[in-house]
């Protein structure tokens, strides 16, 4: 149910690792051997209290919050902090030095401490989930989840984005294992402690309502609000409309409300439409058939670069974020349209828009890792892309090993 980027964010990809360390006895050029072992998953998080996080699952299922320092070449100080199983872990989302995750069928949020352990988790302060739902669940119908799913800190007082969904109590579109129901989409709170309906921007609420959802703060302090519109509840892969609003700090009511003319299916990874990214304003960056663009709802997209799909130039966007300029990170072929030749990830910086972006790193990204004899270990999914303020950081999972074994890899990019 829950969906989210990765300010964020987030790419999610189902890859394999362990939390016991293991020195790499010939690491690839630019990558360090984090962690060996057998596992089968690892979700980025975000950067908070000075450490990137992710979640680590093991081949039991079972979840670990783990925690790193980005140093020069690599990750250190990793801390981890067992979860048991917990299936929504990896939908959860950090804002503030705090982590947002569904428990049941409300939200919790727990603190990421300096010391790379996750503190104990309590109910969101001032109830913005019940707030949301008691003052615009339909008429005549009954509540069925809203869920805090995207949140900024600003002025000292974080607002919520709430996704609703309701069930009729009777009448035409009820709630069925097929779908039905209504959504909602609600900003929660105000100094007041009142909630903001912005239902009326969703394109038709029968559908998915606001999926992707992301909220953003530019360097002017102002608030933006993003998501994908129009897919429908049991495609999560189907079409859908970008939209991007500036929201009034003190209201909670949408300033301006907008969307490009493009409509895809998916974005960076393929995990989601977009990555927001704010520098003077927060802006929507996605990839097309034609290119990667950004978009600030300020006249026509920019374009970052340009793809061939044919030549197989210009790169898959991965990840974007913001500050004084706008980087992007990008994953190509080394040889174009033979991806046995291997892929390389490179990052870029460029204005505020993204224009005239310049190379800032680049790292290959291995082909395979021995794996003793006639083994190795081959890369399960692309790198899972984590940006601090300072540094992109990948994650690269290899498995195929010997009796199930996997190796999980660490790259800095800095700059």
């Known amino acids: 149910m829950r969906g989210r980027f990765l300010g964020a964010a987030a790419i999610l990809v189902a890859v394999g690792v362990v939390a016991s360390i293991a020195v790499a006895a010939a690491p690839p050029r630019g990558w360090q051997l984090l962690a060996a072992g057998k596992a089968q998953g690892v979700f980025p998080l975000g950067y908070a209290s000075g450490r990137v996080w992710f979640v680590i699952e093991d081949s039991s299922g079972n979840d670990s919050i783990t925690s790193a320092h980005v140093g020069g070449s690599g990750l250190s100080s990793v801390v981890s902090t067992p979860m048991g199983q917990s299936p929504a872990l990896p939908s959860s989302f950090v804002v503030g030095s705090g982590l947002v995750s569904l428990q049941g069928r409300s939200s919790v949020v727990a603190s990421l401490l300096a010391s790379g352990k996750l503190g104990a988790s309590a109910p969101l302060p001032g109830d913005p989930e019940g707030t949301a739902r008691d003052a615009f669940t339909p008429p005549n119908t009954s509540p069925d989840a809203w869920y805090a799913a995207a949140a900024v800190t600003v002025g000292g007082r974080t607002i919520w984005a709430v996704n609703g969904h309701s069930c009729p109590r009777s009448g035409s579109n009820q709630c069925t294992s097929n779908g039905g129901g209504y959504s909602s989409l609600v900003l929660c709170c105000t100094a ?24 953003g703060v530019d360097s002017h302090r102002r608030v933006w609000l993003a998501w994908l519109d129009g897919r429908q509840a049991h495609r999560p892969l189907g079409p859908g409309s970008l939209k991007l609003a500036q929201i009034d700090r003190g209201t909670l009511k949408a300033k301006s409300a907008t969307l490009p003319a493009s409509v895809f299916p998916s ?46 130039t210009g790169g898959h966007l991965i990840d974007a974020s913001g500050g004084g300029s706008l980087r992007v990170a990008s994953w190509s072929d080394k040889s174009a349209n033979v991806p046995d030749d291997g892929q390389f990830l490179t990052t870029f910086r460029g204005d505020p828009r993204g224009r005239h972006p310049r190379v800032v790193s680049r790292v290959d990204i291995p082909r395979n890792l021995p794996a003793g004899g006639a083994h190795y270990f081959y890369p399960y999914s692309l790198p899972v892309p984590i940006y601090t303020p300072t540094a992109l950081v990948a994650l690269a999972l290899y498995s195929g090993g010997p009796g199930g074994s996997s190796r999980l890899l660490d790259a800095v990019l800095h700059g």
């Open 192 to 215: 007041a402690g009142e909630a903001s309906d912005l239902t009326a921007l969703l394109a038709n609420r029968t559908k998915a309502g606001a999926t992707d959802l992301a909220m």
């Open 267 to 312: 974005g960076p990874g393929g995990s989601g439409a977009f990555v927001l990214a704010c520098t003077d304003a927060c802006r929507l960056v996605y990839e097309t058939v034609s290119g990667v663009y950004s978009w600030g709802g300020d006249g026509a997209p920019t374009q970052i670069w340009a793809r061939n799909r044919l030549k197989d």
